[in-house]
């Protein structure tokens, strides 16, 4: 019953937030083009629900600049002003709204992260994949980047043992806040995450 309603609250919450964030939309999309060369939307595929692949989508928030070598820059090299902005008021995040009601993902859940990641967690950190992913989370509102990958799949897992619609409200509620405060974006030192190559739970076959 639960998960027929946190579906319902899935399509009704997507369809709400295009509605009424139709005209951030539109600006947003236009300061894109403004500052980076087409395509507008960053297209990636993630794990889903039981890990199966989807394809996830956010505003462009980095330019595709190369070394010499023909190597991607870093992240922090390559995020435009306007991709700070988009980044620090969460709204290269809008059209994940559009992934929510392809079913693809939930406005609440763990985040969505790379297939390469799967090989690499525990068995432990692997349950995170027991819901849909999310646009927010309990790692959101409880640290978000500032977090180890360590902390968060613990805040996944818990999220997955304790979920309910009140707790959903909750972490929307606890959401529109933190966006607010626009506080917890990177780590020091990098533009979002470094990397997940592994816990040393993993390489000692532990937990």
């Known amino acids: 019953m639960q998960r027929s309603c ?19 939309l539109v600006a947003t999309s236009l300061a894109v083009l403004v500052s980076l060369a087409p395509p507008l939307l960053f297209r990636q595929k993630r794990a889903g629900l039981h890990g199966r692949k989807f ?26 002003a306007i991709g700070r902005v988009l980044r620090k008021t969460s709204l290269d ?36 994949h027991e819901v849909k992913p999310g646009i927010t ?9 500032t977090l180890t ?22 972490i929307l509620w606890l959401t529109m806040l933190q966006v607010l405060q626009r506080e917890g974006i990177s780590q020091a030192g990098h533009a979002t995450m470094p990397e997940f190559v592994g816990s040393s739970a993993l390489k000692t076959g532990t937990k």
């Not at 613990?154 to 909750?170: F, M, R």
Request: one cysteine or more; a neutral charge; aromatic letters at 10%.
């Open 137 to 145: 989370g309990w790692v959101q509102v409880n640290g978000r980047n």
């Open 149 to 170: 990958w360590e902390q968060k799949f613990e805040l996944d897992v818990w999220y997955v043992d304790h979920w309910s619609i009140a707790l959903d409200l909750e």
């Open 6 to 24: 946190k579906r319902c609250l899935d399509i009704l919450g997507a369809v709400v937030g295009l509605a009424l964030c139709s005209p951030l």
């Open 93 to 128: 995040e809008l059209p994940q709204l559009w992934n929510v009601l392809k079913g693809d993902m939930s406005l609440v859940g763990p985040r969505p992260l790379l297939p390469e990641y799967l090989p690499r967690y525990t068995a432990f950190q692997r349950r995170r």
């Open 55 to 80: 394809v996830l989508y956010k505003f462009r928030t980095m330019t595709d600049d190369r070394n010499p070598l023909g190597h991607l820059l870093r992240d922090q090299e390559r995020l435009t």
